[in-house]
């Protein structure tokens, strides 16, 4: 059950049943949304640095383009069709098409704020959710068939899943708790994430050669960013500005900050370092497990959440790196197990005492820990078969991986046609022709 | 004494530090150069302009050694570094009047001997 | 007519008939406006990234400068006079002098915030109408110079034009509409622009020789906050966190959308390789087109304005690079063209059922476009004038260009006596000398 | 006496006395507080690339861990106890514990918002001041130690501090004014970071050789995100969104503004040359100066606040470049001196016609300079000697500085096993064992 | 064989390897480097400190040519290589023993003459 | 003529760089580049990835000439750049047959002088 619709129901006596809020629109609870979808906006070119920081430096501008541009293409099919698919009056398994080119997405209040707002946040998540997949081809696909794959994916699998907990959908119904996502982002772009990074296959160094991350400073900086980001991501998943949405936001401070601490310290005990790209997954890793749980539980518990999915991430991500997966940035490792912790103990922690709506298995409410689980069962299930599908689908017109020369000179120069750090020396103008100056 | 200098790939550097390696060269300097040869050029665009990049990204190798090392030196180069296709650089070989080793002042042989740590060893 | 007054006015049955309101201070509408100010205020030093990622290395901290010293320079000059001379009582040409020095400008209301929030979120458009100006003429103008131009240039080209759309003066009374200055604030830049790289002259290398960005991330960076800072910019020209701030906000996030993709796709079919420099550009392009139609057009019509902003803007771009005009980082080109498309689209796409204020020409108020095309000329002629002037009188005094040789060594070390990146070799401690350490 | 004591108290007729107000939670307060809590939580990262900017290459990472790992630490010691010792009913002298473990920390209004939100905005301000005091030590300073260090110092030094100012202690009740922490946050942090720099001795560089930036664009990144989330740290010190926040947004524009103009113009005077370095440095000193004032002084008193400050600043910092302390990144000049200045002039310049609270000794209110002083004295003696004690303790189990041979190499491969920029030639992979590929 | 090392300005490169190119000369390796002559140095301030920067960026060219290319390579340098201000750099011949080609192990001579690729013709 | 290559410590450039100055050398260049000997190798650790860095940032120096001046080089190198610890680095003589002043064209000796200006000169 989506946070939003506890607004919209202001926590209804039967959680999961859609009713539309006739509510007027309130000028606060706008403020507030206006600034959570310009954070939420924010936090994929925020990710495009965390992960164009991490591949080597002939391959930056492609991997920050691959969140970037999912702001374009994403973003319009959002719009066109996506929002419609997601949260249009629908089955309980895909939203109608109501919505499709935004026909009825006006000014009016949806809950307490204007519809098209309303419609424009989410858009944020659809967008992100697609950018975060990239972190598991990076340095090896064409972009392209990236740029196909992203679009399909948002329309057929984020919009369904999307529709399914928060648009109304069956795991709504059930009551699944997933305040801003966990499930239907980060466990729904692990999945992804570990199904392409199959089917793309390794990079042609991994595990042969050393490859070394090119600009660290890149990659806090966009740590920093994604969190602050976030705190419209979950705190904005109250929809309001309301004492649900502080609580999602304390929640959101704290958590990462005990993950951090635990990161940190697992670092010091394996290698007697504490790492900057650990600190900076860290902190990741405790915004991914706080968000299905920001509004539903205590800020201790959150830190709780926080250290706890630090852990179980830190020994998946060794784990990982000893596969011949190459996740190559650990979506999985990252998302998914953070995102997966984060599902359980929400079904563990959550407290009606805080969130008013429902109580987890510690407080007396067992069944929570059996649809959390069902929702995570059916979104990886789902999210795989439907990745596999559309890659298999563009196979069939191109192929996904760059040509290993390519992937030797670097997909910045390859697939864009520009370097990120260049000197200009040795690059001879062709056009437009010298002649012009001398005109 | 020699003066063994490379022109490899970027790609290759490691595999050629390792045939260095088992041909017991231990001491070399390496650095980033770009170079101008046979191989395509790769075109750029930013914005209006268009632009032929002639400079391909390479690394330098020198490396010091007495006459005797000259031939595996090279051997070892020859075939870690080489792909097939142009581009894989070149191998010069100068003459050396003098070295020394600014530690202790030693000169040529001895000079390029590095000090045998326990991790260069297991390197 | 600007956004202001419809608030303001409530949408006033006499548009342009400017009233000072008398309402309350609305708390939920300060809080979107200081929030908005900050946003807005951000965009300056982020337009330094933008630019100053796009040329070369010996030029980063020089081209960020410009944008950053702006901030002071017309920041000052804003408190102290100009604002007074845009928004205070006065003729239907230029402001009074009533608010000079700040006095009269209190935490009295102003619409529904306080009248000192309304003054300085105004300021920060000021500021970064002269920074965007900057971009014509980086890698080759003296600092001193430069200062000396935009605090001038704020004073008596900004401000008054500033004052003829939003100060109560002709062309609001005329009933031009330009929500959050696509006229006054990019078409005003572009025309400057246009005028100070003429009078400056091309580059030594322009043309002659490749000049390639040297830092493509940082444009990136810069055009991922310049975005979230013009949320600010347009949502919050309504004023409030109203439904018109809603329905801006949202133009201001899909129109740049619409352009990211379409400006990739004809990357694509120009040379193969969808260009980061291009994506950037495509994005900021969308934004100065929907800048005058944020708040009074569909959603669906602000795609349709980044699309066509967009093709247009390629090619002005394309076209351009073939002149002899080195307006290096095309102001033109991209805010010149943008603006431009965006302010006569406006006149097209006004939709009173979305804004309650006016209709363009597809809802039958052909007149409302000629009134646009009025606003755009009157203002591309007194920006060029005025910019002339300003820079003959400056002439007058000092040089406008760095010396050939200066131009060679690259501005950083020879105006700033500063290296953007340095691992500091050769450098000799001259002073505090070094017998201090002895000491 | 703080801000937020005038918001509880709506401006109680005896300054000082602290009664928690029984308000409503109010939706358009808490939508600003949501995002003042966000933006002064940004500034922590930012700092660090403030910071980091400003180092060699070899000490980046460590330069910014040093900040990001505040944000872990000295978040979660306010979570557990400091918070509590700041804010929690007890003496004049110290808080309570009755919030420990966040505790009765709730829900529950304080103020006009969330009692949870409070916390947690507070907390940003710890983190923040412990990040600041690392400028001293940049470059030398053994990490685990440094982190034993700000968690110990935030829960000893700061927490009492700000119990004395802002959570119902001496100073408080005395009348001392100090809107947004220029003495519980930079007079505070200046002070350790002075005793920190002498114990830990200077770089083995220092006054021998050049030590140069290794990246002035990051310095002004950070420079532009600090001033932005600074607005949430003045501003949100209203904690709410009214017209004492007004005035300290505005005040927070405009004292930057003039301090970065005479920053500049004393550049000039000296070197001839404007230094982007300066430009960033003066922006820093006056938001420094400001913070005190923010909602005490008119924007025309902030204007002279800033430009004041900025010419003590400018002359402090070179006279400490002569002297043999290694006060790195000029903690003291800046924030000691920006700091003293400011809360002197808060002392003088404050305008009840514009806080409503209290007079400044233009105002014919002479005593509050006296007590303006003495809250500066108390803090310096306490922060220095509580700084000096908690070294000593640490000194007991482990030494605070890096090896000489360390430095050297750099701290970013001796502290964390990383560099900042790397190529990864001559990397070797040696774990996971190549096999592993072959498999 | 000999190896001719070019020290030049930044700002000229383009112009030497045009010159280069109609000389005939395909192949080449460059560095940026720092220099240390006669030029006049650099005044830097960093807060409280000054500093005079003794270096200048230079790109270091590194040709390896048989002996008859030698002249035509060092007038092609010294001509577009040259702005009459003090800076404009060095050139240095050095004798080289051996010179391989890493993809084919050619030799000499041969080493040095790149494969013309249509681009490379064009270029 | 001859060309002096070493390679020293990045810590120890300014060093050597003074000494060289008393020395009466006034031209050189200078490069970034990383060394390989005897050193220890540093370990580095991204996320699951342990890597072993067997190179060291080195700075190589490049300084040409006349043959009584060798020594004179040698020696203010071998003084300055030493620390005693494993890594000071190397110098290699090698000969060179012709060098010359791109701004003016001048040869060998009269080549390497640079022309004093008053900041060289208090440098
Ligand atoms: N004459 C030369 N002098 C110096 N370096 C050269 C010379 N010719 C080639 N190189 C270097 O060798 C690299 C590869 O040479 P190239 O001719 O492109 O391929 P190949 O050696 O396989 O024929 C070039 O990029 C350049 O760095
Ligand atoms: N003796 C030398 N050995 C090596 N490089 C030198 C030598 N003298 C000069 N150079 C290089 O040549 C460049 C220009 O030399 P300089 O004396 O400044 O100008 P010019 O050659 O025009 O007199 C220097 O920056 C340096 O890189
Ligand atoms: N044979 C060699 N050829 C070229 N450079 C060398 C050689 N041996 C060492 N070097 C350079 O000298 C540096 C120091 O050498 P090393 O053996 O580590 O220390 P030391 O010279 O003090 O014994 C190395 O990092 C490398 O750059």
């Given at each position: 059950?989506s946070a939003w619709m506890?607004?919209?129901?202001?926590?209804?006596?039967?959680p999961g049943?859609f009713?539309?809020?006739?509510?007027?629109?309130?000028?606060?609870?706008?403020?507030?949304?206006?600034?959570?979808?310009?954070?939420?906006l924010?936090?994929?070119?925020?990710?495009?640095?965390?992960?164009g920081?991490?591949?080597?430096?002939?391959?930056?501008?492609?991997?920050?383009?691959?969140?970037?541009?999912?702001?374009?293409?994403v973003?319009l099919?959002?719009?066109?069709?996506?929002?419609?698919?997601?949260?249009?009056?629908g089955?309980s398994?895909?939203?109608?098409?109501?919505?499709?080119?935004?026909?009825?997405?006006?000014?009016?209040?949806?809950?307490?704020?204007?519809?098209?707002l309303?419609?424009?946040?989410?858009?944020?998540?659809?967008?992100?959710t697609?950018?975060?997949?990239?972190?598991?081809i990076?340095?090896?696909?064409?972009?392209?068939?990236?740029?196909?794959f992203i679009?399909?994916?948002?329309?057929?699998?984020?919009a369904?899943v999307?529709?399914?907990?928060w648009?109304g959908g069956?795991?709504?119904?059930?009551?699944?708790?997933?305040?801003?996502?966990?499930t239907?982002?980060?466990?729904n772009?692990?999945?992804?994430?570990?199904v392409?990074?199959?089917?793309?296959?390794?990079?042609k160094d991994?595990?042969?050669?050393?490859?070394?991350?090119?600009?660290?400073?890149?990659?806090?900086?966009?740590?920093?960013?994604?969190?602050?980001?976030?705190?419209?991501?979950n705190?904005?998943?109250?929809?309001?500005?309301?004492?649900?949405?502080a609580?999602?936001?304390?929640?959101?401070?704290?958590?990462?900050?005990?993950?951090?601490?635990?990161?940190?310290?697992?670092?010091?005990?394996?290698?007697?370092k504490a790492?900057?790209?650990?600190?900076?997954?860290?902190?990741?890793?405790?915004?991914?497990?706080?968000?299905?749980?920001a509004?539903?539980?205590s800020p201790?518990?959150a830190i709780?959440?926080?250290?706890?999915?630090?852990?179980?991430?830190?020994?998946?991500?060794?784990?990982?790196?000893?596969?011949?997966?190459?996740?190559s940035?650990?979506?999985?490792?990252?998302?998914?197990?953070?995102?997966?912790?984060?599902?359980?103990?929400?079904?563990?922690?959550?407290?009606?005492?805080?969130?008013?709506?429902a109580?987890?298995?510690?407080?007396?409410?067992a069944?929570?820990?059996?649809?959390?689980?069902?929702a995570?069962v059916?979104t990886i299930?789902?999210?795989?078969?439907?990745?596999?599908?559309?890659?298999?689908?563009?196979?069939?017109?191109?192929?996904l991986?760059a040509?290993?020369?390519?992937?030797?000179?670097g997909?910045?120069?390859?697939?864009?046609?520009?370097?990120?750090?260049?000197?200009?020396?040795?690059a001879?103008?062709?056009?437009?022709?010298?002649?012009s100056a001398?005109? | 004494?020699?003066?063994?200098?490379a022109?490899?790939?970027?790609?290759?550097v490691?595999?050629?530090?390792e045939?260095?390696?088992?041909a017991d060269?231990?001491?070399?300097?390496?650095?980033?150069?770009?170079?101008?040869?046979?191989?395509?050029?790769e075109?750029?665009?930013?914005?209006?302009?268009?632009?032929?990049?002639e400079l391909?990204?390479?690394?330098r190798?020198?490396i010091?050694?007495?006459?005797?090392?000259v031939?595996?030196?090279?051997?070892?180069?020859?075939t870690a570094?080489?792909?097939?296709?142009?581009?894989?650089?070149?191998?010069?070989?100068?003459?050396?009047e003098?070295v020394?080793?600014?530690?202790?002042?030693?000169?040529d042989?001895?000079?390029?001997?590095?000090?045998?740590?326990?991790?260069a060893?297991?390197?």
């Open positions: 059950m506890h607004i919209l129901l202001d926590a209804a006596p039967h049943i009713l539309p809020a006739a509510e007027a629109i309130s000028a606060a609870d706008t403020a507030w949304m206006l600034m959570s979808t310009a954070l939420v924010l936090m994929t070119p925020a990710l495009g640095f965390f992960y920081g991490l591949v080597r430096a002939k391959n930056a501008l492609n991997t920050m383009m691959m969140s970037f541009m999912a702001l374009g293409f973003g099919a959002w719009a066109l069709i996506a929002y419609s698919l997601a949260f249009a009056e089955s398994w895909i939203g109608g098409t109501g919505f499709s080119l935004l026909s009825g997405v006006g000014l009016e209040a949806k809950g307490s704020i204007p519809h098209v309303f419609m424009a946040y989410q858009g944020t998540f659809a967008v992100i697609a950018a975060l997949v990239s972190g598991a990076v340095e090896r696909m064409r972009f392209g068939p990236y740029l196909v679009t399909l994916w948002s329309i057929l699998v984020y369904p999307a529709h399914w907990v648009g069956w795991l709504g119904k059930l009551g699944a708790l997933d305040f801003a996502g966990g239907v982002v980060h466990i772009a692990a999945a992804a994430a570990l392409i990074a199959l089917v793309v296959g390794a990079r991994y595990a042969r050669q050393a490859i070394v991350p090119h600009n660290v400073p890149f990659t806090l900086l966009g740590t920093a960013i994604v969190w602050f980001g976030w705190f419209g991501f705190a904005g998943s109250a929809l309001g500005a309301n004492a649900s949405a609580l999602a936001f304390v929640n959101t401070m704290f958590a990462p900050m005990g993950a951090l601490v635990v990161w940190s310290l697992l670092d010091l005990r394996r290698t007697g790492t900057a790209v650990g600190a900076a997954t860290g902190i990741v890793v405790g915004l991914v497990a706080v968000t299905p749980a509004g539903y539980v201790l518990s709780v959440i926080g250290a706890i999915a630090a852990t179980a991430s830190y020994h998946a991500l060794l784990w990982r790196a000893r596969t011949r997966i190459d996740d940035l650990d979506v999985v490792a990252a998302h998914g197990v953070g995102g997966l912790i984060g599902a359980l103990l929400t079904g563990v922690l959550a407290d009606r005492a805080w969130n008013g709506v109580d987890g298995a510690l407080f007396g409410n069944s929570q820990l059996t649809v959390q689980t069902l995570i059916a299930a789902y999210s795989a078969i439907g990745t596999y599908l559309i890659l298999k689908f563009i196979v069939l017109m191109a192929g991986r040509s290993s020369r390519e992937e030797g000179i997909l910045d120069v390859t697939q864009h046609g520009e370097e990120a750090y260049s000197r200009g020396e040795g001879i103008l062709v056009q437009p022709e010298r002649r001398e005109r | 004494m020699k003066l063994v200098v022109i490899v790939r970027p790609e290759k490691n595999d050629v530090l045939a260095l390696y088992r060269v231990r001491g070399l300097t390496m650095s980033r150069v770009q170079g101008h040869g046979g191989e395509l050029e075109v750029e665009t930013y914005r209006g302009m268009t632009v032929k990049v391909h990204d390479k690394v190798l020198e010091a050694v007495s006459d005797h090392f031939g595996p030196t090279v051997r070892a180069i020859l570094g080489t792909t097939g296709e142009v581009g894989d650089g070149k191998i010069f070989v100068l003459p050396v003098k020394y080793r600014i530690r202790t002042g030693e000169e042989q001895s000079a390029v001997t590095p000090v045998e740590t326990d991790d060893a297991s390197s």
